[in-house]
């Protein structure tokens, strides 16, 4: 080709499209996870903006997908290098009556919980009283793990904990860093600091009672969550961690609960209340916990701002669990 139809030729305009990665539990009315579904199954709204579903990968118990992300730049947005999942159980502990007895039931039960997992995926254990404690790295000896929660966890204290061979906790969880550590949503802050350099999404289990300002509005008791708890959700969310909350108190309702079911919602997971219905609570998280679908989604232009995100199925009235909203503001602005 001569020289000047190679000059003449136009430039290749490169377009960068913006896209955004939405953490998506499916669940029936049974508790049951949907696996299975594609991309066009789902329908999202971001800032009440229709926004294509480019992928939906799922990543968990069930048939396998049909392709395979791994290879790609993306992939270990969807999934650790070791192909399982990450999941952290919380344990907010309490010798007070009404407490240390719902702790206890659910605790002893706790195997329900682990049932649906893989040999590919780790467990952690930590707890939370007077300060943090991590009993276990992530591991998958789910035997040990049922054990811990279900004998020790409660009433004794951890032995020193050594950092796992794979994904762990540490240096962000190591103890003198825990020991400083004297309100839980300052454990959920440092929590989430330590699992956001860990690829994919990850699950976190908080079986306690609850946590938060306490207030009275004309009357009747009540709390409500602060700074601190902002700063703890916005770290939590960058670690793309879904907490599920299991309320552990033995009474209909308690004043700091509402910690437990902001939290939930807030991070893309759910509110279990035990009080009487304790293993249905613990079916319902072991059903969320056996997978959840990665949307890659694309992002229409707007402001900065706080935008909601609405996910939902097509043809399905099935539970969708994800983030609930997209804040696009400058990081100084946050």
Not at 130 to 136: A, E, F, G, K, T
């Amino acid at each position: 080709m001569l020289p000047g139809l190679v000059a003449a030729q136009p430039q290749a305009e490169q377009v960068q499209v913006e896209r955004l990665v939405i953490d998506a539990r499916v669940m029936d009315d049974d508790g049951e996870p949907l696996a299975g579904l594609a991309a066009t199954d789902f329908e999202v709204q971001i800032g009440g903006v229709d926004v294509a579903v480019a992928s939906a990968q799922w990543i968990g118990v069930g048939p396998a997908p049909e392709a395979t992300l791994a290879s790609t730049p993306i992939g270990g947005l969807f999934e650790p290098a070791h192909g399982g999942r990450l999941m952290v159980f919380v344990v907010q502990r309490s010798m007070n009556a009404d407490r240390a007895l719902g702790l206890l039931k659910v605790l002893q039960d706790s195997g329900r919980l682990l049932g649906g997992l893989t040999s590919a995926d780790r467990v952690a254990v930590v707890s939370f009283d007077s300060h943090l404690s991590v009993w276990l790295d992530f591991s998958a000896d789910f035997d040990l793990v049922e054990r811990i929660l279900a004998d020790k966890v409660l009433f004794s204290d951890p032995d020193s904990v050594a950092p796992g061979p794979g994904p762990s906790l540490f240096p962000a969880l190591d103890e003198e860093v825990s020991r400083r550590t004297y309100r839980v949503e300052e454990a959920l802050e440092l929590l989430g600091e330590a699992l956001a350099p860990l690829p994919g999404a990850k699950s976190v289990v908080l079986v306690g009672y609850g946590f938060g300002e306490f207030t009275v509005t004309l009357g009747i008791p009540g709390s409500r969550v602060d700074q601190r708890y902002e700063r703890a959700l916005a770290v939590l969310a960058d670690a793309r961690a879904a907490v599920f909350s299991l309320d552990a108190t033995a009474v209909d309702y308690h004043t700091y609960e509402h910690g437990l079911q902001v939290l939930a919602a807030d991070t893309g997971g759910f509110y279990a209340r035990t009080h009487l219905v304790s293993r249905q609570a613990l079916d319902r998280v072991a059903g969320a916990l056996r997978g959840h679908y990665v949307l890659f989604t694309s992002v229409p232009p707007l402001d900065p701002d706080i935008h909601e995100i609405e996910v939902r199925l097509v043809e399905s009235d099935a539970s969708v669990f994800a983030r609930p909203v997209y804040d696009n503001r400058a990081s100084e602005d946050r």
